[in-house]
């Protein structure tokens, strides 16, 4: 499936080529590469390379965006998310909260309108799109469409974090400004005030850097 790349503007915030698939889970790719670094607002800031290696993203979008980690305590790695291929993969066992897998996008991000590309689509619509879509009474199958290089499973996957008390320090208030900044704002998500903007890319890889 061909998805569209966004288009970003000279202040979006952009990982290295190759940085999201490096902090992407296992599951989901085992390919390595050289460079680990993320230009954030001058400042060089590292991750590890992450092969089952844990958490390596503790602090909240605020502070991860600032480049200066160390200056603001310890991270709190003690409770690492879990990826979309997890929550997709063990739907049957029950989601937290009230989420379930026929629950509606919108339902969860409140604020969605009805020209957003995740509107009407469920959450593992979202999180697996090969293997759950749309059918109509002719047979015709639609399959979720992501506008934005595969962002709203990370939304997704961030959100059902949120609610099992995985990764405390990324909010629900900053994964749903993440959506809105990004998929109705129709630039970057901006993680505070007078910060550069994150682009899709970006949000990828601080987000992946939050999973075990």
């Not at 790349?5 to 940085?19: I, L, R, T, W, Y």
């Not at 989901?28 to 460079?35: A, D, H, M």
């Not at 160390?70 to 066992?93: F, I, L, V």
């Not at 339902?107 to 879509?133: A, E, K, R, V």
């Amino acid at each position: 499936m061909t998805t569209e790349q966004p288009q970003h503007d000279s202040n979006e915030k952009h990982p290295p080529q190759g940085m999201v698939e490096q902090i992407t889970p296992a599951g989901e790719s085992r390919r390595r590469f050289t460079k680990t670094g993320i230009a954030a607002s001058g400042v060089l800031v590292t991750l590890a390379s992450r092969p089952a290696l844990g958490c390596t993203v503790g602090v909240s979008p605020s502070v991860y965006c600032s480049g200066n980690v160390s200056g603001h305590g310890p991270k709190d790695t003690s409770h690492p998310g879990c990826p979309p291929n997890y929550w997709s993969g063990n739907c049957d066992h029950g989601w937290p909260g009230s989420c379930k897998t026929d629950t509606k996008f919108e339902t969860c991000f409140t604020g969605t309108n009805s020209t957003s590309p995740c509107y009407g689509w469920t959450l593992i619509q979202i999180l697996d799109p090969q293997n759950n879509y749309k059918k109509d009474k002719k047979g015709k199958i639609t399959r979720f469409v992501d506008t934005k290089g595969g962002l709203a499973k990370y939304l997704v996957a961030a959100y059902l974090n949120n609610i099992a008390g995985k990764a405390p320090f990324v909010t629900r208030a900053n994964i749903i400004k993440m959506y809105t900044d990004v998929y109705q704002g129709g630039g970057g998500y901006i993680p505070t005030k007078g910060a550069a903007a994150w682009s899709p890319s970006y949000i990828m890889t601080y987000l992946g850097g939050t999973w075990d």
